[in-house]
């Protein structure tokens, strides 16, 4: 018996030392594709499921409970040859709110027109410190642009480390390969992968971070412990949001910002007196203004 107690601590041990970080689910579809394998996708599938959820990304220690949960869906929109691919990525990473059941989505990025060389069974490489091919690189970027937000929420500035590896990726990538692609300072998105992680890392950008730990740490992990403050602390930081929004114009962070929490701020402002559903809405037409309208059950 104390034998098996002993080697029970020795495996949850080791297991609470090398769990991974990341907890995704992955979903590559390809409606349109009518002539190439379907295998071909679902192993893509699996590969890039295992990618995820069996590398070790950071040296900090992961339980299982800890870790990130999130969505990559993919949509094969076009085939180019067999072996190259359109496609729309849309990210998502969602984090736990303390003291309830309720999770939180931290991250809602959408990429899309991305071009991806795949080769059934070929395999998909942590990308972190040298360029292997434009699939492993964009990936590994993913899980960097993940561990970064998630680290921002409870830290301030706690995704520094992680931001910084994600623009060391693209500094990575054979310039012959950026253009056009996302990866270089050329392109009008403002969604871009480079303009996003020098958005993230531009020190304008300080106040913006700093309220993502607010917003969560501070606000929605106390709401079920005193709605009304945490509610003040959450117009601070959205405040702060889009006071960066005025300082820092077009910035594609903002718009992801309003992309992940469009739904929850107003859901938690309809029980907020008028005056801060007010302000709480003339600031999120101010940096959303394309959804305007589903700002109206605050107005």
Excluded at 146 to 157: E, K, N, S, V
Excluded at 164 to 182: E, H, Y
Excluded at 193 to 207: A, Q, V
Aim: proline letters at 4%.
């Amino acid at each position: 018996m104390k034998y098996l107690l002993s080697l029970l601590i020795i495996i949850t041990s080791v297991f609470k030392l090398t769990a991974q970080e990341l907890n995704l689910t992955v979903k590559v579809i390809a409606p349109r594709i009518t002539t190439a394998d379907p295998k071909v996708f679902q192993t893509l599938e699996q590969e890039i499921f295992n990618f995820y959820n069996n590398t070790k990304w950071t040296e900090d220690e992961f339980e299982t409970l800890e870790k990130i949960e999130g969505n990559i869906n993919i949509t094969i929109k076009e085939e180019v040859t067999p072996t190259v691919f359109k496609a729309d990525f849309s990210v998502q990473a969602i984090r736990p709110v303390f003291n309830s059941n309720y999770k939180t989505q931290i991250l809602n990025y959408v990429d899309n027109g991305v071009t991806i060389t795949y080769r059934e069974l070929q395999p998909i490489q942590n990308s972190f410190n040298n360029y292997i091919d434009p699939l492993s690189s964009l990936l590994t970027f993913y899980s960097y642009l993940i561990l970064g937000y998630d680290y921002d929420t409870y830290a301030p500035f706690g995704g520094d480390d992680h931001f910084k590896t994600a623009r060391g990726i693209i500094s990575n990538i054979p310039q012959s390969l950026t253009n056009g692609t996302g990866w270089d300072n050329k392109t009008t998105d403002n969604k871009s992968r480079f303009k996003i992680i020098e958005d993230l890392l531009n020190p304008r950008s300080r106040p913006y971070r700093q309220a993502l730990y607010e917003y969560h740490l501070k606000s929605l992990d106390n709401m079920q412990a005193d709605a009304n403050k945490s509610r003040a602390v959450m117009t601070s930081a959205i405040t702060a949001v889009n006071q960066v929004n005025s300082a820092y114009i077009n910035s594609g962070i903002i718009q992801m910002f309003c992309d992940a929490k469009r739904k929850e701020i107003i859901e938690i402002f309809k029980g907020a007196g008028r005056g801060d559903q007010a302000k709480i809405y003339q600031m999120m037409v101010k940096m959303d203004p394309a959804r305007a309208n589903e700002y109206n059950e605050i107005k």
